[in-house]
């Protein structure tokens, strides 16, 4: 069913079967479902919004970031989540032979250009979830060679680091940091950022965020103190998907005077540019 009337973008409404899940890291749960018709139309940075089909609870869907579309098997779409509520035990209860009620693709990608910057992907925990198929887009485009991406993966601790296999696979350059120092930069995700931007120091850069807000925001005024361009995947709450509900709005720059007006992280976002976001 494609919801034209609502999204000329043709969002799909779809029930689909579960190929798989699994924990691929302590806490954190991989699940493939098979969505040939939405596969090919998913951009870097989009969401599905799923609950497990044919059930009353959780009644309202679950925001998540597309983690990988893999060329094998054809069609299958991939979620990295952890579990922390009702709706997530639910999602990571799913076996292979169930199946997914599946809203999507929604929400506007990140953008990317082939200006000769280098990419600074920013995680906090599990925020890394779009940057693997963000990494594989940047690269299969033309548009930000291996060697010009960075990941930067920050964590509470060395388990809660996700992803590392991932970047490494792509020849992506990959620095870890812990707040609590057990691998890697003793430190948060942002410190982290500064100090891989020394490195860079002279060359054009291009930042990509997503985690927990405080990290977006002191991430987002990082950017706007080194006028880095940046785009910060942001999260909230959701209810219906779609832009109708209102639910999910944030407060954004008007592109000229100082006025400001609400934008829903569904439909706008959730990425959303450093330069305008207000929270
Ligand atoms: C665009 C988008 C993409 C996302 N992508 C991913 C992803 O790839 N992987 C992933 O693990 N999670 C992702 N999330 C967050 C994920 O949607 C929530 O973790 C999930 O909805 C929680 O559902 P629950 O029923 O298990 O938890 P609940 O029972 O609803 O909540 C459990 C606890 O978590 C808090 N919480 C729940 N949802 C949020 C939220 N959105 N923001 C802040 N606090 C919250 C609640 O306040 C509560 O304390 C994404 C969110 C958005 C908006
Ligand atoms: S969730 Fe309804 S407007 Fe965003």
């Not at 969002?11 to 190929?19: K, M």
């Not at 963000?134 to 991406?149: M, N, Q, R, T």
């Amino acid at each position: 069913m494609a919801l034209t009337a609502l999204r000329p973008e043709k969002v799909l409404l779809l029930e689909c079967d579960v190929l798989d899940s699994r924990e691929k890291a302590p806490g954190c749960r991989l699940l493939r479902l098979d969505l040939p018709e939405m596969a090919p139309r998913i951009e870097a940075g989009q969401f599905l919004h799923i609950r497990p089909a044919g059930v009353l609870t959780p009644y309202l869907r679950r925001p998540f970031s597309v983690y990988d579309v893999p060329a094998s098997p054809r069609g299958a779409v991939d979620l990295l989540f952890t579990v922390i509520g009702s709706g997530t035990y639910a999602l990571g209860s799913l076996r292979p032979g169930t199946r997914a009620s599946v809203l999507g693709p929604l929400g506007r990608p990140f953008r990317f250009a082939s200006d000769g910057a280098v990419s600074v992907l920013v995680a906090g925990g599990i925020g890394v979830a779009p940057f693997p198929d963000l990494a594989k887009k940047l690269i299969a485009a033309g548009s930000v060679p291996a060697k010009d991406i960075r990941a930067v993966l920050g964590a509470r601790s060395r388990s809660l680091v996700f992803c590392r296999e991932d970047f490494a696979a792509l020849g992506v350059p990959c620095e870890v940091g812990t707040d609590d120092g057990s691998e890697g930069f003793h430190g948060n995700a942002v410190q982290l950022t500064a100090r891989v931007l020394e490195g860079l120091r002279g060359q054009p850069v291009r930042i990509y965020g997503c985690g927990p807000e405080p990290m977006l925001r002191a991430l987002q005024k990082l950017c706007v103190e080194r006028k880095i361009s940046g785009q910060l995947s942001i999260d909230r709450r959701m209810a219906c998907g779609l832009g109708i509900c209102r639910s999910c709005v944030v407060r954004v720059k008007d592109p000229a005077g100082p006025d400001w007006h609400f934008e829903t992280v569904c439909r706008e976002g959730p990425v959303f540019d450093t330069e305008t976001l207000l929270w």
